[in-house]
């Protein structure tokens, strides 16, 4: 654990074991009394799945558990046992366990650089402070080449340029020279809560202390008239975001915002952006891997008011929602397959990259996820009326 600057500590007097164990479907058998100790079952009475003892239930911060077959643990332990169900992306355990603790005591959920660093502090006090970035507006005549880079028109760039910034970090002594800075804002919209940054070299951070929780970036197309928005578009990335608009722009009217999460998922981030624009529905652009996939499903739950339990399955994702059980094929419209299931008012929308990119930054600069092999004839003329056929799905 040295080797990542989390407060483990601080969170775990924030989060309990009854707290994840009861995420996790676990309910207090209230037979077993209620004291020094409180047991927590998985399962109904004739189907218990597993049974944990919990100590200290009213003080978080010492809350262990333990089983009569001897295992035993605290709330990292039980969070490590069923990280599968809570369905965040790391590249090891306490990665995850990390983001999963966040989560639960309503923080930021930390994110890493390639090298295990964090690019921000999950302590709840920290706090944007524009003094430490210069900022200034990108030229029109001087277009970063980042953007060609990653297929990204001058023109689109111009376009955008009112929602974009070089940014420079007056304390980082290693490197002196402007990134790109995307700005986060809240529901508010009129004060910047940090910054989403991406430089060369797949370089990308956010700005020390940037809200990640309630804020997101937000390009609003309308021109400020947030009651026209009708299209609201979320994607990972604000570089995904561009390329969206770039390959779909003949379709879309101004009556649309493009909104980049910076590959974090909060309900806050969310509901925030929908306050922004009332009049407007969701869209999910998020990746075709699995996580996107989730994060749709997730902002689905969230717009329909749907409590909702999410598991891995080998063949795909289950849901457990409203008393019921269901599988899902990530390859299918999700709406459409929850209303098989439950009744849904359609809040969200899928505009998702095509299958064979992993998103849409991917989708502009011809990088499938796997090598395509050179099309015959038939093949292409099958690909063009499928490109044409593509696009919003209910």
Known sequence: MTDYKVNFKELKSRVGVDDVAYALGYRLDRKAGVGRYIELVLGEDGNRRDTIVVSHPHDKAAQTFFRRNGSKGDVVTLIRENLNSFLVSGKDDWQKIAKVMARFANMPEPEYREDLEYLKSVKPDAVFDESRYEVKPIAEDKVPGLFSL??????????????????????????????????????????????????????????????????????????????????????????????????????????????????????????????????????????????????????????????????????????????????????????AQVSEHLGIRYRMGQWLPPKAFKDWNDCLMNKPMEPMVSPNKQDREQNLTGRRNAGLKI
């Open 150 to 335: 990653r297929g990204i028109s001058d023109e689109m760039v111009r376009e955008l340029a009112p929602f974009l910034v070089l940014i420079r970090d007056r304390r980082n002594g290693k490197f002196d020279g402007y990134n790109i800075g995307f700005p986060y804002t809240d529901e508010h919209g009129d004060k910047v809560k940090g910054y989403e940054i991406r430089g060369h070299g797949s370089y990308k951070s956010k700005a020390a202390g940037t809200d990640s929780s309630a804020s997101a970036w937000v390009a609003d197309l309308s021109g400020g008239n947030r009651e026209a928005v009708r299209n609201v578009f979320f994607c990972e990335s604000a570089l995904d975001a561009m390329a969206f608009y770039q390959m779909n722009k003949l379709r879309l009217n101004r009556d649309a915002a493009l909104v980049s999460l910076g590959g974090t998922f909060s309900d806050r981030q969310i509901t925030g952006v929908m306050a922004r624009f009332p009049n407007a529905r969701a869209f999910d652009c998020f990746d075709n891997d699995l996580a996107g996939r989730i994060y749709g499903l997730r902002m689905m739950a969230l717009l329909e008011g749907i409590p909702m339990k999410i598991s891995k399955t080998e063949n795909g994702l289950r849901v457990e929602a409203k008393g019921k059980s269901f599988d899902l094929n990530p390859e299918r419209s999700l709406p």
